[in-house]
């Protein structure tokens, strides 16, 4: 298995700019997770879905956030507008349940820098 | 506030040295614990977990220690090796949650030849 794929591996762009970042969970995990890292804040959560669907999105910044799952093999993460704020590396993670057992797999993440 | 953290936030041991990386978590209703190593420019890997009705358990080369009393949660890597620096996370899953781990800040390990 490829693991989970994420794109771009790096995103450079100007404030006020549309960004989209992309992920492709590994084949039949049920549970795709966004995560933001920044020195500061550490790894935040900021939406998961389950089987598709958005179950908890109370991390999700503000409304220039805003995230799809459109099928069980991809997802993205959209800023509209961007701000230097925003910058940081994004990681996508999935896994097969939650629960008593529950293991992240984590992508090589998107280190997104908004000038 | 954040209800994982860390002691240590810097560790620097000697090649082959024994590592013990520390974790506090303040929330009772976790049932679920999970180690991660994540090495510069990429993402975080699963090291080893533990339930909450466990106290330790082994994997190859780390153990982890969960002492539910002072709600603390500990790795150990035997025989450290250059290959373990890296920053090492400790989570929680709260019990009924669907899934949403909450992580600790994380604390960097450099080994040293």
């Known amino acids: 298995d490829a693991g989970v794929i994420q794109s771009p591996r790096h995103e450079v762009t100007e404030m006020g700019q549309e960004v989209t970042l992309r992920c492709k969970p590994i084949?039949?995990?049920?549970?795709l997770f966004w995560y933001r890292q920044t020195m500061m804040r550490g790894l935040e959560l900021l939406i998961y879905?389950?089987?598709?669907?958005?179950?908890?999105d109370s991390g999700m910044p503000e409304d220039r956030f805003s995230a799809k799952m459109p099928n069980a093999s991809f997802s993205t993460l959209k800023i509209q507008p961007s701000e230097p704020r925003d910058s940081a590396v994004y990681f996508c993670?999935?896994?097969?349940?939650?629960?008593?057992?529950?293991?992240?797999?984590f992508g090589s993440g998107t280190q997104l820098s908004v000038l | 506030g954040e209800s994982v953290g860390l002691h240590l936030p810097t560790l620097s041991v000697q090649e082959g040295d024994n590592s013990i990386i520390n974790c506090a978590y303040s929330?009772?209703?976790?049932?679920?614990f999970i180690w991660y190593k994540q090495e510069s420019g990429k993402g975080p890997q699963f090291i080893i977990d533990?339930?909450?009705?466990?106290d330790k358990r082994q994997g190859q080369r780390v153990t982890v220690l969960l002492n539910k009393t002072v709600k603390h949660l500990s790795l150990q890597i035997a025989a450290t090796q250059p290959g373990d620096s890296a920053v090492y996370f400790c989570?929680?899953?709260?019990?009924?949650?669907?899934?949403?781990?909450?992580f600790g800040k994380g604390t960097k390990l450099s080994v040293k030849p």
């Open positions: 989570a929680e899953n709260l019990r009924g949650s669907q899934g949403n781990l909450i």
């Open positions: 084949s039949g995990h049920d549970y």
């Open positions: 533990i339930r909450s009705n466990m």
């Open positions: 993670a999935s896994s097969s349940r939650a629960g008593p057992n529950e293991k992240l797999f």
């Open positions: 929330n009772s209703a976790s049932d679920y």
């Open positions: 879905f389950n089987n598709n669907v958005p179950i908890d």
